[in-house]
């Protein structure tokens, strides 16, 4: 049995430690949003990657000044042995980091989808097979998934296929999913590729 940990950061945009200046200082340059307060969220993410990567060896010797995005969309690292993803809703950000493995981090303010929403990112025999499960969860699964490895399957989010509640396949990889216990109202999953069917991986879950 192998045992693995993924580090997940997550905080709250009207935590009343922080201030609008903190995430302001951050010498990342926001990407265009909609409303400040998106823009905001945003930040706040970048920020959390910031502090992961300075609380993991080996630690930068720069700042976090430039974060290259992917045509897809996605961000990433240069020259670098970690894989992170980013997520944000409602007032909350999070963060997840790892060495050297794919990962995925989708976190959802719950809010009630409109009737028929799980026939957008569910096959059919999916729609079948997870009636009476809670769609929103769902949903959050397969981005925290897409997230994970939608880039490197070349693949879409309806590629990646439940086989049971929180585990997906794609292309012949299995992806698994953790629940996070963050706030209530809130739902969020960490998606990993699973490396190994006796590999047992547990969350460090850090609120700041």
């Known amino acids: 049995m192998s045992l693995s940990t993924l580090s997940v950061y997550w905080a709250d945009l009207k935590a009343a430690h922080r201030s609008e200046d903190d995430l302001l200082r951050l010498p990342v340059p926001a990407r265009p949003y909609r409303t400040v307060h998106a823009q905001h969220l945003s930040l706040l993410s970048k920020w959390l990657l910031h502090y992961a990567l300075h609380h993991h060896p080996p630690h ?53 989808l409109r009737p028929g929403a799980e026939g957008l990112f569910l096959s059919v025999d999916e729609r079948e097979r997870m009636m009476g499960e809670d769609t929103l969860a769902l949903w959050s699964q397969k ?26 396949r794609c292309r012949d990889v299995t992806i698994r999913l953790v629940q996070l216990p963050i706030q209530a109202n809130y739902i969020g999953y960490v998606a990993y590729e699973a490396l190994d069917t006796n590999e047992v991986v547990t969350i460090e879950l850090e609120c700041l």
Do not use: M, N, W
């Not at 992170?84 to 995925?104: K, M, N, P, T, W």
């Not at 998934?145 to 086989?163: I, S």
């Open 60 to 112: 930068p010797d720069e700042p976090l000044v430039r974060l290259p995005y992917h045509v897809t969309g996605k961000p990433y690292l240069s020259d670098s042995q970690y894989a992170f993803s980013l997520s944000h809703s409602g007032q909350l950000a999070a963060c997840v980091i790892a060495s050297r493995r794919a990962v995925g981090i989708d976190i959802q303010k719950r809010v009630q």
């Open 143 to 168: 981005e925290a998934a897409f997230k994970a490895l939608g880039h490197e399957l070349d693949a879409r989010l309806t590629d990646f296929r439940f086989e049971q509640l929180q585990q997906l």
